[in-house]
């Protein structure tokens, strides 16, 4: 069974950085494709970060220069960077494997605070 875990969530200060990370079980890891999504309050679901098995990445317009997808196929896990906090990126970041056409595995989300 395909199980994931985030961790790396807090409060931070507005121009601050802060790691996620995911670790994934279960799974044939180095051949998916992974995302990082988040949701804000009042929001809708969206994906931020999406890398692929050769490591081609896409990103959100609203994250892109800031933050950074990337993994590690040998401890099976996948991280995101997140520098220049906003204000605007305070939400519930979730990772998420995608199966063959859509994100079919979730972690539990881990909240992330930017504040003034």
């Known amino acids: 069974q395909v199980r994931l875990v985030e961790s790396g969530g807090g409060l931070v200060q507005a121009g601050e950085s802060l790691r996620l990370s995911c670790e994934v079980s279960?799974?044939?890891?180095?051949?998916?494709?992974l995302g990082w999504h988040r949701q804000a309050p009042g929001k809708e679901r969206e994906l931020v970060a999406e890398?692929?098995?050769?490591?081609?990445?896409k990103y959100a317009d609203s994250v892109k220069g800031r933050f950074t997808i990337s993994r590690d196929n040998v401890k099976f896990k996948f991280y995101l960077q997140m520098d220049s906090l906003k204000l605007e990126d305070t939400a519930v970041y979730y990772c998420?494997?995608?199966?063959?056409?859509?994100?079919?595995?979730w972690g539990q989300g881990t909240q992330v605070t930017v504040s003034s």
């Open positions: 279960g799974s044939i890891f180095p051949i998916t494709t």
């Open positions: 890398i692929n098995s050769d490591s081609i990445t």
């Open positions: 998420a494997q995608k199966g063959w056409s859509f994100y079919d595995h």
